[in-house]
């Protein structure tokens, strides 16, 4: 017993010795980024990470004279390993300031942590819930790239008055960021006379939409997918082989050129098919061709062209050095002078529009209606047809009458 | 090794002063509630003979149940004072532990593997999909956990000693189930089931009974769980955490109570610390390839390849110290 | 050697067979079987391997159901009873090859089998040391012989002192049938005699059906014998009697010669 | 109305790639009693060697061959290098087959990365035909899965039945230690099957990245429907597979098209309910 007691000892000591850390001189800023790099979406969450990189590369490396350090961390598309994933960056390596996360569910739940954790400033990522700032925000997370909603801005209009179409079925993902993106297009459309009978909600990852697809009314105008990566490549597959030939509307992500350059006949129903984005892969605009630029030069292993999600990891990257420049590096008595300077922050985004947040710290947008056009080569691209400047959280509704609709869900907006 | 528990106990009961918060919360708090978690599946396969992979599902009916009756940032539920909350979840989550147990009683082996796991998908798309109570793909998040008896368990320390606490009992509660009479027909059933009905013992609620006390302590886990992850969402019950949950039963070793702990504080590390040392992008692999270097190499877990070590060794030793090892080994 | 006296007509029925019968699939193992034990019969059963004996037990105690026929314990209807109501009822059996928990100590195993025939179970409470059912499972140990062998895993016992153990469980409680099935099975030619012993000095109410391939003990220790065969109940009768007929000698007797 | 025939129609269809995904699973399960939780992974394994062939070389047919061939032989090896060890410890096989998943399914992220694939179909099985009664259009290939789901199911019909393999298969169902009695090399009759299931999956992965299309995550919901097939069928069972298969892709669509939300829930729920009535599946043999 007695050789066991002092082996446990000694085991216990070693132990101890092992867990105890060196308290580190704060002579530079620690940075965390969440991005998803597993999974399904882990191609994404890179290109995310990227944008984050990108912004810091720019930089030099350098804020206020002091060196940045960047520790990336992985989520998996859960709020709960995005949760996980900032405790270990906030509590284990003592990050001053976390950018992301990638996706709806996520951010809310990044939110909800920094309520608690006043000590640590979030700029988020590409997550685009309307709750994570529109509904019991938190003073320490931030939104430069705005919501869903925000990202619809314009088509809704676009569709009843230039293409005329009367009513529109919807199908979209079951969960917060599709139910943003229907209510962007739902709350211009809706307004302007458009009727919306039938919402399909169908369950993230299904792969058999053929029940979906014959059960969209005959008498509908147009359809609105708002779908993302293989669904949205299943349902119109689907469609396409059921002799669908109902004209479509994209969600932001549903015409993401990654779907353009997948492979399939279904292709050719999103040929002229209008959506709404703030990201244009080939937007001709000169601070758009400038960031491409820097992007290809820095990721020759990155995409063709930045996505969405470097577009705004790299927006987020920026507003933090921004904000940082600004107060020298002060993050004395919690953030305070920093997030000040954000709240106030104004700078020149990538698409050529002047980015500053709105009173829930949240983002106002520049936010393009697009098309997608055959290009000369037969493959698919998007291409600008109006160009919604100043978009804020309540698409320029009344901040009253529009927080009154309430939180969106599968039946919130509704106009049947 | 009642011993060994005593000063593991001690051990654990002051590291708080030597480490950080981040090894206190994230680490050794964070294992601790999986251990639990792990220690109703072990629980399961070593007294019933049965891998039930619906443990993580019976750990998030009560966690589910105290984000329903506790504050939080969702809107939905209704707020109960905490200690009717906790009583709740821990009932809720024994009688899902019962349904569990009335579905999958006649099946034991791989037989018990397919049937929870299928019980655990069918829980989760459910939480997934539905909004009225479980809030879908997002969850509930928001939730504190309460100030009990004056002090406030959302302080890291108290909410060690907390689960600490509640791990002790677990185990206790584990060592007293196995030597009450159902116990000892719960193994019994495992033996030899047709011989337990034959002494008169209907085998049916012994088996309900052992699933309905796994989903006690499973409870008494997801509790902890929500407290400390301040949330919990369809993905706290999805295939991923179901699968951790047996790696760690399989890690730490299915033999002894303590085996549960210590696969929860090897997973935990590996977890964490993984991503630092080796490739980020990596991380599966490292796990999928601990798992089988221990399933092969070491089939009873850490825990299990140590004391048939320790056994090994002692077998040269004079007879007396060969029993009292024996009966240490079997708590 | 007979253990009860002559008036076994007047006796009260303990086990009631009727028209019992079990088929698997096409093969018929017990068939059209009708047997009557009065309380206090002592009988064995006499067959070749595959006469259908073990399955009779089996389907006595409820292991397995019944295709066709009746079962009555005590005066009554017990043929649908799941198995642990009919050892409530005071039935008990041996396994012939020991079915015993080898994870569990005699002390445990025993304790469980004396908990186990109370209506009300006293399961879910810890057995306080000195409790009355400890005192029973003392009593039984030193019963079936393994008083020295209370903390000892099952799984650690010799042969010979697990089917003392299966003896042992089968007399908790108050038993009033008890089906032996060849507890002799296995058991050395000194171990033979103590139980012999045993089964003599079973309390005079209780019935005894006994399997055993041990003519000896099996003619010593009965007063009334049956013959199975593909089945079927060939005949019953005086032990002495039964040997001697000329069907036991062909399709039994005349096997072993 | 039409809805309702269509919506059977699509249910009959799925049933039909659900059919052909489970049949490997159910073949290793009823002989081996192997639990393998490898099948999803290899599905999508032999998915996207198969695109890459057809890419290459423009045959579908030659693209199902190599998904089939390629998962047999990594079957074969798992079976006669790492499971096989372990015959009869079910619970360790089951351990290492989510070990080996785990591992596959990070490595084909790692060379597939995250994109979606479809497998281009030849030409007459692309695009759709109208349905003559209904007057709808409807995917070809989409029917074409009926037919081969019974030209897969009566090939592994006839295996079973009428080959030497298939009553040694059939003998080994029934009764393990009687095939190693009559002198049978059970480590190599273990491997073939093994390799057959295998074999399965990766044409199945083939056959559903063409029909659907395949991306990291479908091995999981591949691993979880075949799964689910073959509880409600009867494990062990290549009728109950079918008849499980039928029954989970009526579920499905009829849940898809009239309750969306809780389509997948309904899959589970059936499978409950057969468990609480009939533990062994509805075709399937009871435990012992």
């Known amino acids: 017993m007695i050789v066991k007691f002092k082996k446990i000892i000694l085991v216990g000591a070693v132990a101890i010795a092992c867990l105890s850390q060196p308290i580190l001189a704060a002579d530079k800023i620690k940075i965390g980024v969440i991005s998803i790099l597993e999974g399904a979406f882990a191609s994404l969450g890179q290109d995310g990470v990227r944008g984050a990189e990108l912004a810091f590369k720019e930089a030099g490396g350098k804020v206020a004279g002091m060196d940045v350090e960047i520790i990336v961390m992985s989520s998996d598309a859960s709020p709960d390993s995005a949760v996980n994933a900032a405790r270990k960056l906030i509590d284990h390596d003592n990050v001053d300031i976390i950018i992301g996360p990638l996706s709806g569910s996520e951010g809310i739940a990044l939110r909800d942590l920094s309520k608690g954790n006043k000590g640590v400033t979030f700029v988020n990522g590409s997550s685009a819930a309307q709750d994570a700032t529109f509904r019991e925000g938190s003073d320490n997370f931030f939104r430069f790239g705005g919501d869903g909603a925000q990202w619809m801005a314009g088509v809704g209009t676009y569709a009843f008055e230039e293409l005329g179409y009367k009513k529109v079925a919807v199908v979209a993902e079951d969960y917060s960021f599709p139910y943003t993106q229907v209510l962007g297009f739902m709350s211009e459309y809706c307004a302007a006379g458009g009727r919306v009978p039938k919402k399909f909600w169908t369950p993230i990852g299904t792969k058999d939409y053929s029940s979906v697809v014959y059960s969209i009314p005959d008498d509908v105008d147009a359809i609105f997918v708002a779908l993302g990566g293989a669904d949205a490549v299943n349902f119109l597959t689907q469609y396409d082989q059921a002799g669908g030939d109902k004209p479509i509307i994209g969600g932001t992500i549903t015409i993401d050129q990654s779907i353009l350059d997948s492979k399939g006949p279904f292709k050719k129903l999103l040929i002229g098919a209008p959506a709404g984005t703030p990201t244009v892969s080939d937007y001709e605009g000169k601070e758009w061709k400038e960031f491409t630029a820097s992007y290809l030069s820095n990721f020759p292993e990155g995409m063709t062209s930045p996505t969405i999600f470097a577009h705004h990891y790299y927006m987020a990257g920026k507003a933090v050095l921004l904000g940082l420049e600004q107060v020298d590096g002060d993050l004395s008595n919690q953030h305070k002078a920093l997030r000040a300077s954000l709240n106030n922050l104004e700078f020149v985004t990538p698409t050529g529009g002047t980015m500053r947040l709105d009173e829930n710290r949240n983002g106002i947008i520049d936010n393009f209606v697009t098309e997608v056009y055959e290009r000369e080569d037969g493959s698919l691209g998007n291409r600008v047809l109006k160009l919604v400047s100043n978009v804020n959280q309540t698409m320029g509704q009344d901040p009253t009458a529009f927080r009154a609709i309430g939180a969106v869900s599968r039946e919130n907006p509704s106009c049947p | 090794m009642s011993r060994t528990l005593l000063l593991i106990v001690v051990i654990l009961i002051i590291l708080p002063a030597f480490i950080s918060d981040f090894w206190l919360n994230q680490i050794l708090t964070r294992s601790i509630i999986l251990g639990i978690a792990a220690l109703s599946l072990t629980f399961l396969t070593t007294y019933l003979g049965v891998v039930s992979f619906a443990q993580i599902t019976l750990a998030g009916v009560a966690g589910y149940t105290i984000a329903y009756f506790s504050p939080n940032t969702t809107g939905l539920g209704i707020e109960l004072p905490w200690l009717f909350a906790v009583a709740l979840a821990l009932l809720f989550s024994t009688l899902a532990g019962a349904f569990v147990g009335a579905i999958a009683k006649k099946s034991v082996g791989i037989y018990s593997i397919m049937i929870t796991l299928a019980i655990s998908m069918a829980f989760f798309y459910f939480t997934r999909q539905n909004y009225s109570i479980f809030n879908g793909w997002t969850g509930f998040s928001g939730i504190t956990a309460p100030v009990a008896f004056g002090v406030s368990l959302e302080d890291s320390l108290v909410f060690y000693y907390a689960t600490l606490l509640s791990a002790t009992a677990a185990g206790y509660l584990v060592v007293k189930f196995t030597s009450s009479p159902l116990g000892l027909a719960v193994q019994g059933v495992k033996d030899a089931a047709r011989r337990v009905r034959a002494i008169g013992i209907p085998t049916t609620p012994v088996i309900i009974a052992a699933y309905a006390f796994s989903g006690f302590i499973a409870g008494m886990s997801g509790v902890l769980n929500v407290w400390q992850q301040e949330r919990i969402s369809s993905f706290s019950v999805g295939l991923g955490p179901t699968i951790d949950l047996l790696i760690i039963a399989v890690i730490g070793g299915m033999r002894h109570p303590l085996g549960a702990f210590i696969g929860a504080i090897t997973y935990v590390l590996i977890d964490t610390f993984v991503i630092d040392l080796f490739s980020r992008d990596r991380f599966n692999m490292i796990i999928g390839l601990v798992l089988l270097f221990i399933v092969m190499a070491a089939p009873q877990g850490i825990l299990g390849s140590f004391l048939s070590a320790q056994k090994r060794i002692r077998k040269y030793d004079n007879n007396a110290i060969k029993r009292k090892i024996k009966n240490d080994c079997e708590i | ?257 | 109305m039409k809805l309702f025939f269509i919506v059977f129609l699509n249910g009959l269809t799925l049933a039909s790639l659900y059919f052909i995904t489970a049949c490997g699973f159910t073949l290793i399960f009823g002989l081996m009693r192997t639990v393998n939780m490898a099948h999803g992974v290899l599905l999508l394994l032999g998915a996207y060697i198969g695109y890459e062939v057809v890419e290459m070389t423009g045959f579908w047919v030659l693209g199902i061959i190599a998904g089939g061939l390629s998962c047999a032989l990594v079957g074969a090896f798992l079976q006669a290098f790492i499971l096989g060890r372990y015959q009869g410890d079910e619970l360790r096989q089951t351990l290492i087959t989510i070990a080996i998943s785990i591992i596959l399914a990070d490595f084909l992220l790692w060379a597939w990365g995250g994109l979606t694939y479809q497998i281009s179909l030849p030409e007459m099985l692309q695009g759709g035909i109208r349905l003559p009664l209904l007057n709808v259009g409807y995917s070809v290939v989409r029917l074409t899965l009926i037919g081969m789901a019974i030209v897969v199911g009566v090939l592994l019909w006839l295996l079973i039945a009428k080959t030497k393999l298939g009553i040694i298969i059939r003998a080994g169902v029934d009764d393990r230690e009687m095939l190693q009695a009559l002198g049978f090399e059970i480590k190599k009759i273990f491997i073939i099957v093994f390799a057959m299931g295998a074999a399965l999956a990766g044409m199945a992965g083939v056959i559903f990245g063409s029909a659907l299309s395949i991306s990291p995550g479908t091995d999981i919901q591949f691993l979880l429907s075949s799964l689910v097939v073959v509880i409600v069928g009867g494990m062990g069972s290549v009728g109950g597979a079918a008849l499980g298969a039928l029954l989970i892709g009526l579920a499905e669509q009829y849940g898809l098209a009239y309750a969306p939300t809780y389509g997948v829930v309904f899959t589970f729920l059936i499978m409950v309910t057969v468990l609480a009535f009939r533990p062994q599946g509805i075709l399937g043999r009871a435990e012992q």
């Open chain 3, 1 to 257: 050697m007979p253990l009860t006296d002559g008036s076994a007509s007047n006796q009260r029925v303990a086990l009631n067979l009727k028209g019992v019968t079990r088929r698997f699939g096409s093969f018929v193992a017990v068939d059209n079987l009708n047997m009557t034990i009065k309380t206090g019969e002592r009988r064995a059963i006499l067959g070749s391997n595959g006469a259908g004996k073990t399955t009779l037990f089996n389907l006595i105690t409820g292991d397995f159901p019944l295709s066709e026929g009746s079962i009555e314990i005590e005066g009554v209807e017990s043929s649908t009873l799941p198995t642990h109501k009919r050892i409530q009822a005071g039935l008990r059996r041996t396994y012939q090859h020991a079915l015993l928990f080898d994870s569990l100590s005699v002390r445990d195993t025993l304790l469980l089998a004396v908990v186990g025939i109370h209506n009300k179970w006293p399961l879910f409470y810890p057995l306080k040391k000195n409790s009355k059912y400890h005192e029973k499972a003392e009593a039984l140990a030193k019963v079936a012989g393994l008083s020295s062998k209370m903390d000892v895993l099952v799984g650690a016992l010799s042969h010979g002192q697990k089917r003392q153990l299966e003896i042992g469980i089968a007399l908790s409680g108050d038993p009033k049938i008890v089906l032996f099935d060849e507890p002799a099975a296995g058991l050395s030619p000194a171990e033979r005699p103590v139980l012999t012993e045993l089964l003599l000095s079973l309390p005079k109410k209780l019935s005894v059906i006994l399997i055993e391939h041990d003519m000896d003990i099996a003619l010593e220790t009965s007063n009334i014998v049956s013959v199975m065969h593909n089945g079927k109940h060939l005949l019953e009768g005086e032990p002495e009697e039964v040997v001697h007929s000329d069907i036991v000698r062909e399709i039994y007797v005349g096997k072993r010669q």
